[in-house]
């Protein structure tokens, strides 16, 4: 695949269509199946914006193996979504529960939320809304989420209960968030998740992130879409707006990359 990094030319049309992912780690494991799903869903070229990254926060600086990156709701995208043209615009929120495990409450993880879902209802067409793994999150053992907790979130020291107790309090919010700003709701599936009870798997990501990309497409996708090792390196190898790397602070003019097909991907 041939891609032009860091170029204001966009490639053989100018996007007339926008897409703004908001996540974190399935998001980030995902991006490529993501972006391909995005461009099958609405077609080519798109103008990608993504705010992702594992252990992302939406309201707080986070840090994981030395990298440190900002809240989603303060980090360089909503800046440069205001400087950039309106055109057709259709938005994803997802990986929601992170925040609970850094011992965020609910009321301020939706505090949050609301200022995103804030900014985006004016510009966007569809937005999607994907609610937590709940069905997962309940169905562990107490030996199985300390697992994880000191894999994924080492520094947590909540107990399965009250974990428990935010998720459905945190996802309740959500549902009431989303009727709010008239989203899209898409409830993960159980069988899209393994032992890993918060993340995909990833034979199952093209289905999955069809089914949570639905509301996009018209029709419905027909064929999932196809993997591709070399895109899903490309897309992990680019660098976002502002980031800090083992204490030192990196920026990159944004969009980082655009595609043959002219569609532009910005990383926040």
Not at 69 to 98: E, F, M
Not at 148 to 164: A, D, G, K, Y
Request: aromatic share 8%.
């Amino acid at each position: 695949m041939v891609v032009s990094k860091n170029k204001t030319s966009p490639g053989p049309t100018t996007p007339s269509r926008r897409v703004i992912l908001l996540g974190a780690s399935n998001l980030t494991r995902g991006i490529s199946t993501v972006v391909e799903t995005a461009r099958l869903s609405w077609g080519t070229p798109l103008d990608i914006m993504s705010a992702l990254g594992h252990g992302r926060s939406y309201g707080k600086p986070t840090r994981v193996l030395g990298r440190s990156l900002p809240g989603i709701v303060d980090c360089g995208l909503w800046q440069d979504l205001a400087a950039r043209p309106r055109i057709d615009t259709t938005a994803l929120v997802t990986d929601v529960g992170n925040d609970i495990l850094f011992d965020v409450p609910p009321t301020t993880v939706i505090t949050w939320l609301d200022r995103c879902l804030e900014r985006l209802a004016p510009v966007t067409q569809s937005l999607v809304i994907s609610e937590l793994p709940l069905t997962n999150i309940a169905q562990l053992s107490t030996a199985r989420f300390r697992l994880f907790r000191t894999i994924l979130f080492p520094r947590s020291r909540m107990t399965l209960s009250e974990v428990n107790r935010r998720a459905e309090e945190l996802n309740q919010k959500l549902l009431q968030l989303a009727s709010r700003y008239q989203a899209h709701v898409v409830t993960p599936v159980r069988a899209w998740y393994g032992f890993d009870p918060i993340h995909i798997k990833m034979r199952y990501w093209p289905t999955a992130w069809a089914q949570i990309m639905k509301p996009w497409s018209q029709p419905t996708l027909v064929h999932p879409a196809r993997g591709s090792f070399f895109r899903w390196l490309f897309l992990r190898c680019l660098i976002p707006h502002q980031r800090r790397l083992f204490g030192f602070v990196q920026r990159k003019q944004q969009p980082a990359a655009t595609l043959p097909d002219g569609s532009q991907i910005s990383l926040y």
